[in-house]
């Protein structure tokens, strides 16, 4: 003979997994007290979009430049006058193989600019064109930039 208690139990069961089921849309909806500048605030990047260019400037909050461990260097003038020399690190390709860097113009801001590579040596780009001589640029982290400019990082 078999109990018939594991099937008495079966209903509750299943009215307390409906009951956790239906509870779980309001886990994940944010509370309707929370003021955008509070959001903003708590954004890791703030990407704004040049209507011209499509190139974006990116500032950074605090914690998030922190969180990246982003590292520059400084663009060097060339052998010539129209040439600089970049650190091969700081190059990105994008997927039609353009080559860019992001340049730190101001405290926690990066911006991407386009560079035209003549010879890459022992570590060193030669570019004729690309960010003048003393302009910081990222050597680590830069991935990091390219995919919070194009919300690919999610």
């Known amino acids: 003979m078999t109990s018939q208690k594991p099937l008495r139990r079966l209903p509750l069961a299943a009215a307390v997994c409906a009951a956790l089921l239906s509870s779980l849309p309001a886990c994940a909806a944010t509370p309707a007290s929370s003021s955008s500048s ?3 605030a708590n954004d890791p990047a703030k990407v704004e979009k040049n209507a011209t260019t499509g190139i974006a400037k990116i500032t950074l909050n605090a914690r998030a430049v922190q969180r990246l461990e982003l590292k520059t260097d400084t663009v060097k003038p060339g052998a010539t006058g129209t040439e600089v020399l970049l650190p091969y690190a700081s190059l990105l390709y994008d997927a039609n193989g353009k080559t860019w860097v992001y340049t730190n113009p101001e405290d ?3 911006q ?3 560079v ?3 010879k890459v ?3 060193v780009v030669t ?3 690309g960010p003048p001589a003393g302009t910081a ?3 680590v ?3 990091e930039l390219f995919g919070a400019e194009f919300d690919t990082a999610h």
């Open 108 to 110: 926690r801001v990066y």
């Open 137 to 139: 640029v990222v050597t």
């Open 116 to 118: 035209t590579v003549a």
């Open 121 to 123: 040596e022992a570590g």
């Open 141 to 143: 982290g830069a991935a």
């Open 127 to 129: 570019a004729t064109a």
């Open 38 to 40: 509070v959001q903003l």
């Open 112 to 114: 991407r600019q386009a």
